[in-house]
């Protein structure tokens, strides 16, 4: 298989998951269905999984249409995800408040005394395979460039 192909099946798999994933861990109780969110914060969980799904249809379409351009459009559609996971990492820093926990008092697991928070590690993992995608991407570019 060569490096072009592999890179947009991996980066499919990473839109995909990205955007399945996101539905099926808010579309419950412990989100969009929780009695004690207000009506406006379910709205907007509605909202940024309804533009994920969007935006990951179109990264689909990016990656596997045939592109004049196809560097711009493996870039942007590896970015849908990326962004996406990418507040994972720092919203907890820069809003108070937050929490990467769904429910207050959940059990989670820990090493070594740090808490591993679930949706980082599902985040970390797609981070990963997305990067890896792109890298893929970019390597096969170099080499069908210079003609090997």
Known sequence: MSKEKLSRILLSVVIVNTAVVSVAVDWNASHIFNPTWVPHARFHDVVMLWLLSSLS???LWLLWRRSAEPQVSTTVATLVPVLFWA???FTTLLVPGT???AMPNEPLPAIAGITIYPNVVI????E???AIGYWLYRSYQKTSIKGI
């Open 57 to 59: 249809v179109i990264a």
């Open 123 to 126: 985040a970390t993992i797609n």
């Open 87 to 89: 507040p994972f990492f």
């Open 128 to 130: 990963i395979l997305a």
């Open 99 to 101: 929490s990467l926990s």
